[in-house]
């Protein structure tokens, strides 16, 4: 068992480390300020320059421009993009167009990848992800499916109500999950749908805890006999379910990537605080309250890098299925890790960690969706459980 990484990634990786820390990091806030406005003249300037020194879309195949990295060569790139909550956009490495990337790779038609693969590796476009629907739709319970596609013709005709659809609002494309029969297991087929065809209706982006963020805007959609033909079906009719676990599982485990990055920096922020606030006569660093908060922290973040590393290189040696209870186990522990480390960050700085005038109150805002999204702590936690219980979990790997 070796934890190092083969030279030529780890030169990647410090590459990817200095770039972040030379260049997205300094222009964070203008990114957000600009993003405010509408404009987006920082990011494009940056991701001409990550496009400029080959560190664009390094997760992808090299005949579409990457690094054919693998799950492990993500682990150590997406952990350096993550330290930034803007940094996997400059890389076009952010979701949820990265596992939009991968799904159209394996699962699309030769014209739908002609028609929307190129542009949206290019960043011309964006895309988003539609499954998630209103109560009683599908939630954590992707049974409850209640978007349908029913036979027409020559054509498909989708019709329901979808939100939490992230970025949907200025997408240009959608993959739509849309139950096709009522069968259990394969019942739900995806569909990538033209985000301006007839029928489509953006409802609203909703505001939600934390403040919207490049593509990061909550969608709500309607879809009202919106027609699509064979070729936007992606794999095969009846395959929804099954595809959902390929994109969730390894989705899942490059949020976690991105999420141990964003968690380490948080904690790297907290030493000068620690170091230099005199409080009943003595640094923090030298109360036993600050120095369990930050072992705990250490504790969070190496647990997670390994439980991060070891699942993707299942998912490397072809185990998706094995992975899964262990991406459960990942996904549970970084999330709950981050929210931690973050609120201990604020609780670190009194006041001032309260405040905007530092940014974990508001990077809080954003992390405390990580509990929820790609399944909630609960669903997680079910899992682990069911699978131990049935024999399925090795602890002792």
Not at 176 to 187: C, L
Not at 202 to 220: I, K, N, S, Y
Not at 255 to 273: I, S, V
Not at 333 to 346: E, G, K, M, S, Y
């Amino acid at each position: 068992m070796d934890f190092s990484l083969p030279p030529d990634l780890q030169s990647l990786r410090e590459r990817v480390r200095e770039f972040v820390d030379a260049r997205v990091i300094p222009a964070e806030q203008a990114i957000v300020d600009e993003d405010r406005a509408g404009r987006d003249d920082t990011l494009r300037a940056l991701q001409a320059q990550a496009r400029g020194v080959g560190l664009w879309v390094p997760h992808l195949p090299a005949e579409y421009g990457g690094k054919d990295l693998g799950p492990m060569g993500m682990c150590a790139l997406f952990r350096e993009m993550g330290r930034s909550p803007v940094g996997a956009r400059v890389f076009n490495c952010d979701a949820p167009d990265q596992g939009n990337m991968d799904l159209l790779l394996k699962s699309a038609s030769v014209s739908v990848r002609e028609r929307w693969l190129r542009p949206l590796i290019d960043a011309e476009i964006t895309s988003a992800f539609c499954m998630t629907e209103p109560a009683p739709g599908a939630g954590a319970d992707p049974s409850n499916l209640r978007t349908t596609a029913s036979r027409d013709g020559d054509d498909w005709v989708i019709d329901g109500h979808k939100w939490y659809s992230t970025g949907a609002g200025k997408a240009s494309f959608l993959i739509v999950m849309a139950r096709t029969s009522d069968d259990p297991r394969s019942g739900a087929s995806m569909f990538v749908v033209d985000r301006h065809a007839p029928g489509v209706e953006h409802v609203r982006d909703f505001e939600t805890l934390a403040e919207p963020l490049l593509v990061h805007r909550e969608a709500e959609m309607k879809f009202h006999s919106v027609r699509v033909g064979d070729d936007a079906v992606l794999g095969e009719i009846g395959e929804g379910f099954l595809l959902a676990q390929k994109r969730l599982v390894p989705a899942r485990l490059t949020h976690c990537m991105r999420w141990l990055g964003w968690a380490d920096r948080t904690l790297d922020l907290c030493r000068t605080q620690l170091a230099t606030r005199v409080s009943f006569g003595k640094e923090l660093m030298h109360h036993q309250a600050m120095q369990a908060m930050i072992a705990q922290a250490a504790l969070d973040i190496h647990s997670g890098n390994l439980m991060t590393l070891h699942c993707a290189q299942m998912l490397q040696d072809g185990k998706d299925r094995e992975a899964r209870p262990y991406s459960s186990m990942c996904k549970r522990h970084v999330a709950q890790a981050l929210c931690r480390i973050l609120d201990d960050a604020i609780q670190m700085h009194g006041g001032a960690g309260y405040s905007d005038d530092l940014p974990f109150a508001q990077w809080y805002r954003h992390a405390r969706a990580a509990r929820i999204a790609d399944g909630p702590d609960e669903v997680h936690t079910m899992v682990i459980a069911r699978d131990w219980l049935r024999g399925r979990l090795n602890l002792l790997v």
